[in-house]
C-alpha cells in the first residue's frame, strides 16, 4: 500500500514540476496587445496551472502558480510587485476552477470551472490591487503620480 502512496507522490511531484516549467516558459513569452500600451501583454502561462488544477487538484495548481513566479523573479523588473499580483490572481483563479471542477468532473464542469474562476479572478481583483497590490508598488517601485500616467495611456481622459 505504502508503494502505491509513493508511486503517487512521485507522479505528483513530477507533473507539478513538468507544468511549472512549461509556466515559466509561457510566462517569458511577452505578447504585446496591439491597441493597447506596451506594458499590457497577453499572459498564457496561468494554462499550465489550471491543468494542474484539474488533473491533480486545486492545491497543486497553486503551488504550480507559486513555482512560476519565483523563477521569474530573476528576470522581473516589478520590484517583486508584479509576481506578487500574478501569484494571488493566478492562485485565486486555479483553486476556483479545480473547486468547481472536482464536484464535476466533465468538459463542462472544466469549462463552468474556468469561467467561475475568472469571475472569481475579476472580483478579488479589485480588493487585492486596492488593498495589496498597489500600496506596495507605491513603496517598493512607482509613486502614485507614475502609475496613474500609466493608467492615462489606457484611458485617455
Not at 4 to 33: C, D, F, H, Q, W
Not at 43 to 54: E, K, Q, R, T, V
Not at 78 to 103: D, Q, R
Amino acid at each position: 500500500m505504502s508503494n502505491v502512496n509513493t508511486k503517487n507522490n512521485v507522479r505528483t511531484i513530477a507533473v507539478t514540476g513538468m507544468l511549472s516549467a512549461v509556466a515559466v516558459v509561457l510566462m517569458y513569452l511577452e505578447i504585446p496587445i496591439p491597441i493597447m500600451p506596451g506594458f499590457i501583454k497577453f499572459d498564457f502561462s496561468d494554462l499550465p496551472a489550471l491543468l494542474g488544477a484539474y488533473a491533480l487538484g486545486p492545491v497543486a495548481g497553486i503551488i504550480i502558480c507559486l513555482i512560476k513566479n519565483v523563477v521569474h523573479l530573476a528576470a522581473s523588473q516589478s520590484m517583486l510587485v508584479g509576481e506578487l499580483s500574478n501569484f494571488i490572481l493566478g492562485s485565486v483563479f486555479v483553486f476556483t476552477a479545480g473547486i468547481v471542477y472536482k464536484k464535476k468532473k466533465s468538459k463542462t464542469g472544466a469549462l463552468l470551472g474556468g469561467l467561475c474562476g475568472a469571475m472569481a479572478m475579476g472580483v478579488f481583483s479589485v480588493f487585492s490591487n486596492y488593498l495589496i497590490v498597489y500600496p506596495v508598488y507605491y513603496k517598493l517601485a512607482m509613486p502614485e503620480v507614475v502609475i496613474l500616467s500609466l493608467y492615462q495611456a489606457i484611458i485617455p481622459s
